[in-house]
């Protein structure tokens, strides 16, 4: 018979693991941030990709911009809420990755969105770095 304490140590067990996971991913992953292959300034062929992107995030047969190049989709989620979707993209010969969102389209109940946004005024000071 299992007893309501041995449950409760193999649950604290279980979630001490998911931690130790968690903070272990959490810190190789500014190292490894530190070595990505993006550039400062604009760059042309990168932002043609991102379009080509952004193009498939939206249901049509009548689309004639073509599929990214050097990027391919790794998960493409439902529509949820209000009309929301998100693609997520990695690169095929870098360690990048590209998260497209797409907002607001022409249904109304898209456009509700944007009616319950907040509209919060900025505070502050913008500083050079």
């Not at 941030?33 to 992107?53: C, N, S």
């Not at 929301?84 to 797409?102: P, Y």
């Not at 109304?108 to 502050?124: D, K, R």
Request: aromatic share 10%.
């Amino acid at each position: 018979m299992i007893t309501l304490r041995q449950v409760f140590i193999k649950t604290a067990t279980s979630i001490k693991s998911i931690i130790f996971v968690i903070l272990a991913v959490l810190m190789i992953g500014p190292v490894s941030a530190q070595t990505t292959v993006l550039k400062l300034g604009f760059d042309k062929a990168e932002y043609i990709e991102l379009i080509r992107m952004h193009a498939r995030l939206y249901d049509t047969t009548k689309n004639k911009i073509p599929y990214p190049v050097h990027f391919k989709s790794v998960y493409n989620s439902p529509t949820v809420g209000m009309e929301n979707r998100w693609d997520l993209w990695s690169s095929k010969k870098s360690a990048v990755a590209v998260i497209n969102l797409r907002g607001t389209t022409t249904n109304p109940v898209s456009w509700l969105e944007n009616f319950y946004a907040a509209m919060v005024p900025a505070s502050g000071l913008c500083k050079n770095f």
